[in-house]
């Protein structure tokens, strides 16, 4: 009798501790996913406040200046379609080194209060972009390792968790060498 007790005690304490494991492991999983989602609505925002800058720039570049042709094609073809935050962020790129060209090149734009503006804002929101794509791509490392070290792999598979890409798009595990873009 007392053997069989103890069968079942030593049962009930195995189950119990790897209960608590499961749920300290899926709680672990959990505040990653929080975080990425958090980070990524902030990136998001900080993407759509750089397109709308970009945007009202357009007028008061033609308006201080005697450039006749389209001022960032891109961004007028960008509202149209649906992009991911990386796509987005790097058309919007493209239209940044096009706007720094343009400052360049037209020193009185820098008397126009509004373009002083929207430059200053728009590097703010450059910094703030850069911090909060080291932190996402850290955050990303950090739950992919829970991804693929055992034993917690095995809750990332029972809870069908997949491994993440960073911001840049790269997908490190897959044979797709050309996914990398400067």
């Known amino acids: 009798m007392n053997a069989v007790l103890f069968i079942i005690l030593l049962i ?18 959990q505040d990653y996913i929080i975080r990425i989602n958090e980070v990524e609505s902030y990136i998001d925002s900080a993407i759509r406040d750089k397109f709308d800058y970009l945007s009202k720039s357009i007028n008061i570049i033609k308006g201080n200046t005697n450039i006749e042709e389209e001022i960032f094609p891109e961004i007028v073809k960008l509202r149209s379609r649906k992009l991911s935050s990386f796509e987005l962020n790097r058309k919007l790129i493209d239209s940044m080194n096009e706007f720094d060209k343009i400052k360049e090149e037209h020193k009185d734009l820098q008397k126009s209060e509004s373009f002083i503006e929207i430059d200053k804002n728009l590097k ?20 992919n390792k829970l991804i693929r070290s055992f034993p917690s792999n095995i809750i990332g598979i029972i809870n069908r968790y997949k491994e993440k890409t960073f911001f840049d798009g790269k997908n490190m595990n897959d044979d797709d060498i050309n996914d990398f873009k400067l």
Do not use: P, Q
């Open 12 to 29: 009930i304490i195995i189950v119990g501790l790897i209960s608590i494991y499961y749920v300290s492991i899926y709680n672990r999983y």
């Open 124 to 143: 703010e929101i450059e910094e703030n972009l850069d911090s909060y794509e080291e932190y996402y791509n850290s955050i990303i490392t950090e739950y």
